[in-house]
Nanobody, 116 residues
Framework: QVQLVESGGGLVQAGGSLRLSCAPS????????MGWFRQAPGNQRELVAISRGSSTNYADSVKGRFTISRDNAKNAVYLQMNSLKPEDTAVYYCYAKRMGSGFEYWGQGTQVTVSS
């Protein structure tokens, strides 16, 4: 069974940086789309950044501060988060869409807390 395993969340002061990582365990499937979503208390889950083939898209709120990258050899996706703000506080979820079947997978979520 495929599981997306995330790491890298934590507590950081405003203006600081964190790097999230996500890679699948128990899978040799290829993912054509990988990305990150987040959900703050009382809010809906929202897109943060997504990578489809050679293209990337970002939420307006993180443009210029966050960078998504992939390691195709490891089937991994990363999110470098710089200049963090308290409003970035949320549970961040890794997302992947399998090439061919289109099955979608989610990670268990990792907490990011930015203190002011």
């Amino acid at each position: 069974q495929v599981q997306l395993v995330e790491s890298g969340g934590g507590l950081v002061q405003a203006g600081g940086s964190l790097r999230l990582s996500c890679a699948p365990s128990g899978s040799t499937f290829l993912f054509n789309t990988m990305g990150w979503f987040r959900q703050a208390p009382g809010n809906q889950r929202e897109l943060v950044a997504i990578s489809r083939g050679s293209s990337t898209n970002y939420a307006d709120s993180v443009k210029g501060r966050f960078t998504i990258s992939r390691d195709n050899a490891k089937n991994a996706v990363y999110l470098q988060m710089n200049s963090l703000k308290p409003e970035d506080t949320a549970v961040y979820y890794c997302y992947a869409k399998r090439m061919g079947s289109g099955f979608e997978y989610w990670g268990q979520g990792t907490q990011v807390t930015v203190s002011s």
